[in-house]
């Protein structure tokens, strides 16, 4: 033992064996410290623990102080050693339910039992030392391995992020036979719990716009229309991109990734701007292949919607339609069975769009871009309904729409929910300007007749002739001049 490093507290009655016992530990190079009380050698003690306490059982107890009560003890971290004499001997009842090294006995000679107490101390206290070493090696390990748990899991939720987005691709498979892009995009990212919020821009028809949709999903932040000051002839142009981002940012806050949606432009027609739920979805979730997905998922929309329609579609002309009608109430001309032989059970549907009509007349200075609306009009009902149908247009009022009667049911019903439903606001130059108009289409049943037909139709344009008979003209007509006038 090294003076210094262990210490020994003494609390004993009798002085005599205070020296005789401190004589035995100054041998060893320790000099003990007594103490004559318990009051004294209970704060003593709880300044600084010894390596040993040998107490009198006599002093066990001093007012209201008692031995057991003090925290060491109670705590099982005193080492305690009882010296009795002959007379005390029986006072070591009290001792017995105390954690404690063992008794001292009164003698001539303490040197030897002392040697085998401090032996045993010694031992005890490397035996400590070593569970101390073993308990911290093992927290140690323990918190690596709860590191390496937690890397694990992290790998693990890595690896599922990287394949959630094949799961994410297969979702959108589904809805392949969307009629709009968006649609598909809406219905996809609301069943993904990872996306907190998403908005959509694309480019308007004269290029001179950033539109976003119209959503009604608590995910979709919708972005105001965004005057880019220039026509983007060929997408969405860089500064277009910085633009949109700054203010997707502005409105969805940092950290967002962006998509780009290209068409047969090399800039995009369309950004995505998703805001993830947490950090390890942003950072580990291939965004880059689900980008490259939907560039082809959308070609395959572009390429259905832009497409012309096919000349077997449509009537070539009002007078063709009024003609094929009138074979189910006067019966087939002869040319009419050599080319067409069997005609099928047919019906007809009309679609009344005066209420566009009228919208387009009260906005006269906001222009429509009539041709586009057409064809995606039809396409996208195509893509909606998969229904075999043939169309005309009679003016721009109404389309009539001729289908087996089989299909009748499935497509009035279908034809009247796309009708409702379709964004006829986003073939407005100035889109915001109409936002809040409602476009209300009508479908109906029409009798195969040319005569029933166009009775109707003329009734719907009188009808519409009279609603807008007081509306500000957008131009002035100005009859040319004769040789009479001049």
Sequence with gaps: MVEGKVSVALLL??????????????KLGVIPHFYEDLKTFWSGTLERSPALCIVDVKKMSEGDLV???????????????????????????????????????????????????????NKISSLEQHYH??????????????????????????????????????????YRFEADFFKAIEKVFQGIDEIEEFSFLELSFNGQKLLSPVSHLKKFRNIPSLWLGQACTN?????????????????????????????????????????????????NFDWNMLEAYLNGFYAT????????????????????????????????????????KNIEDMRLVDLDLSSLVQLVLKKATNR?????????????????????????????????????ASDLD?????????SNRFQYWKYFEDSEGVLSQLVSPKVTMSPLSAHAYLSKVLKTEADLKEAVKDQKRAWTFIEPKTSLDI
Excluded at 322 to 340: A, K, W
């Design 410 to 418: 499935v497509f009035f019903d279908q034809l009247k929910d796309f």
């Design 301 to 340: 929309f572009k390429n259905k919607i832009d497409s012309p329609i096919e000349t077997n579609k449509k009537f070539s002309s009002s007078f063709e339609a009024m003609s094929f009608v009138d074979q189910y109430l006067f019966g087939q001309t002869v040319s009419e069975v050599v080319n067409n």
């Design 235 to 283: 997408g969405i142009e860089l500064f277009a991109q910085n633009m949109a981002t700054q203010v997707a940012i502005d409105i969805m806050g940092g950290d967002l990734v962006s998509l780009l949606i290209r068409g047969e432009s090399s800039r995009p027609d369309k950004i995505i701007f998703i805001k993830s739920q947490n950090e390890t979805f942003f950072n």
């Design 368 to 404: 429509f871009f009539w041709n586009r609306f057409s064809t995606e009009f039809i396409n996208k009902l195509e893509i909606q309904t998969r229904i075999d149908f043939r169309f005309f247009d009679y003016g721009v009022a109404n389309i009539g729409f001729m289908v087996r």
């Design 133 to 174: 070493m073993l308990k911290v090696t093992t927290s140690a390990q323990k918190e690596q391995i709860e590191r390496l748990e937690v890397a694990l899991r992290e790998e693990v939720r890595a690896d599922n992020y990287m394949s959630m987005v094949k799961s994410v691709c297969l979702d959108f498979e589904n």
């Design 13 to 26: 009655s009798d002085l005599s064996e205070v020296k005789e016992i401190s004589s035995v530990f100054k």
């Design 67 to 121: 031995l057991r009560d003090h925290p060491a003890v109670i705590a099982e971290e005193m080492p305690l050693l009882f010296y009795y004499t002959q007379n005390t001997e029986p006072l070591l009842v009290s001792t017995h339910h105390f954690y404690h090294l063992g008794v001292l006995k009164q003698s001539a000679h303490y040197e030897g039992p002392l040697k085998a107490i401090l032996r045993r101390l």
